[in-house]
């Protein structure tokens, strides 16, 4: 056991997110994001929520300043904004979240799919959680201690 890591941090998150530098990625995605087809490491939440997780993570991981847009969402599809989709809730609880762990806001910023599944593919990893919200994938880069 070690002082000030948050429980849901396990040892093995731990260490990715140690190993990880300046510039790398990280994503943080939805029980329905195909993870293991990206080839990157992949790690298991089954029962949480990437609300909750994000929370924990951020209090460990420095979000890069030198960029303009450290957070990036995975965006709408065309047919579902056709169908009458709006803005996911759980957009809003993230943006949150991530202005409430740093010293400046940062506007989460939204890829396409093909976007976000080449930029996971390159990530160091991918946190699949529990979450069953639509749209609830997340890539975080990953900054330096100041």
């Known amino acids: 056991m070690l002082k000030g890591i948050p429980k849901l941090i396990s040892p093995e998150l731990l260490k990715i997110l140690c190993e990880m530098g300046h510039g790398n990625e990280i994503a943080i995605v939805d029980a329905n994001y195909p993870a293991e087809d990206m080839g990157a490491r992949v790690i298991r939440y089954p029962g949480i929520g990437v609300c909750e997780l994000l929370t924990e993570v951020l209090k460990l991981f420095p979000l890069d300043h030198i960029v303009d ?76 201690i100041k």
């Open 69 to 144: 847009t450290p957070a990036y969402v995975l965006g709408l599809e065309k047919k579902d904004i056709e169908a009458g989709m709006k803005t996911p809730p759980i957009w809003a609880e993230m943006q949150n979240i991530i202005n409430a762990n740093n010293d400046r806001d940062i506007e989460i910023g939204v890829c396409s799919r093909q976007e976000f599944y080449e930029r996971s593919r390159k990530a160091y990893a991918i946190i699949q959680t529990g979450e069953e919200a639509l749209y609830a994938d997340l890539l975080l880069v990953k900054g330096v």
